[in-house]
């Protein structure tokens, strides 16, 4: 009996042992990682939301951590000048714009960029420290379940061969021509999220590859509160060379954008927030490529360029994009289940209720090797679980071109 008890003390000792070690080893890769992420900043501002944003100075921002950016010398804006026609005509000058919250704080000097702080308790939520920023991997599970097309069948969607299990997407979709550009109008709203480990998002996709190792250049709002602490909207980007597999991150959590705007920082919340059936509010969101450095580059609302993803980290997406799509989507490990994830997807209201209860985007464009921004010359929506999320794609007589409408608030009677 004596030994057996000595046997159990030593295990627990060597156990607390072991957990002071990991500890250790977890705590070290934290503190490496904040190095690595946080920069030295010029200037600091308090936001009055709790962020902080970091004044960095140009070309010590994280980007150039990224071997192939070693040398690389920054393309201070874009060498294209695009001639936007406005798509839509409708109630241009009523609608109302938002800003970010910190800039009621202060703003960057010229020569800087601002760049959202992590803190520790950022990486602590995370996964692991090696997973921090970046998307879940896509769970894919092969089926001959075809998604439902509300507007239609299109030639390019008859034979579904996989379904993505944690994910689900509610999008307008046009594909099969070179893409060099896209922009809309996306409504801005605050979605429920029901776990921490979820998000929503309502965004805008590039993408060209194959179906099982694409490249994606995405950028919108999202509220995702493992990566961020709160349930705040915020501005986002994110890129990926691998179908999220090993490559990308959100904003600038790991190196691969390029900042060159001290106006607006990635990952940082925005406001006001549209409320149902009282004033609506959007952000505009473009994604260009620069024909003469292969660039791509992110501009936010009235013509600010962020930055860009630069042409030397991408593959395919050097030439062009092949597939753009506009929409929303909701992660969750309880899509496709039951009991249905309440995560909501948008304003959390379907897309049949239209403008002042459902998020739209407006003024949905492309820009193909014309340069001309037009809307697209073929689009499909998709709704891959349509008792959940949907998608409409509607025009009235006073517009010029159509509204797509999109979301839902995931679990409810016929989804549950």
């Not at 992420?37 to 936001?47: D, G, H, T, W």
Request: hydrophobic share 35%; proline share 5%.
């Amino acid at each position: 009996m004596a030994k057996f008890i000595f046997r159990v003390f030593l295990a627990v000792i060597l156990l607390c042992l072991s957990n002071r070690v990991n500890g250790k080893a977890k705590f070290k890769d934290v503190e490496e990682k904040l190095k690595q992420l946080n920069k030295p900043a010029v200037k600091i501002i308090q936001s009055e939301d709790g962020d902080i944003i970091d004044c960095v100075e140009i070309y010590k921002q994280p980007a150039f951590d990224h071997p192939a950016l070693r040398n690389h010398v920054i393309q201070m804006k874009p060498s294209f000048d695009l001639k936007e026609v406005k798509i839509n005509s409708k109630n241009e000058s009523s609608k109302l714009t938002v800003f970010q919250t910190w800039q009621k704080s202060g703003s960057c000097p010229e020569g800087t960029v601002s760049i959202r702080r992590i803190r520790r308790e950022d990486l602590l939520r995370a996964n692991s420290v090696q997973q921090f920023g970046r998307k879940p991997q896509e769970v894919v599970l092969k089926s001959n379940t075809t998604i439902e097309h509300k507007d239609g069948q299109s030639p390019f969607f008859n034979n579904t061969k996989f379904t993505i299990v944690n994910r689900s997407a509610a999008t307008l979709v046009t594909v099969g021509y070179n893409y060099i550009g896209a922009k809309a109008d996306i409504n801005v709203w605050t979605p429920n999220v029901e776990s921490e480990d979820e998000f929503t998002t309502a965004q805008i996709w590039l993408k060209a590859g194959p179906g099982d190792n694409f490249e994606s250049l995405e950028s919108g709002w999202m509220v995702n509160p493992q990566l961020y602490g709160d349930k705040k909207t915020r501005f986002f980007a994110h890129w990926t060379k691998d179908s999220y597999k090993t490559t990308g991150c959100f904003d600038l959590q790991c190196s691969g954008f390029i900042q060159t705007s001290s106006k607006i920082a990635l990952g940082a919340a925005i406001s006001p927030i549209s409320m149902e059936l009282g004033q609506q509010y959007y952000i505009t969101i473009g994604i260009y490529m620069d024909e003469n450095t292969n660039n791509w580059w992110l501009i936010f609302g009235n013509g600010i360029t962020i930055g860009y993803w630069p042409a030397s980290t991408l593959n395919v997406l050097k030439n062009s994009a092949t597939m753009v799509e506009w929409g929303g989507q909701v992660y969750s490990p309880n899509v496709r289940k039951s009991p249905h994830t309440k995560t909501a997807m948008g304003s959390g209201k379907f897309a049949s209720s239209l403008k002042g209860n459902a998020c739209y985007m407006e003024n949905i464009g492309i820009v193909d090797f014309s340069t001309q921004l037009q809307y697209p010359p073929a689009v499909t929506t998709l709704a891959e679980e349509n008792y959940c999320y949907t998608a409409l794609n509607h025009q009235d007589g006073s517009e010029s071109s159509p509204t797509f409408y999109f979301g839902g608030p995931g679990q409810n009677y016929n989804c549950p």
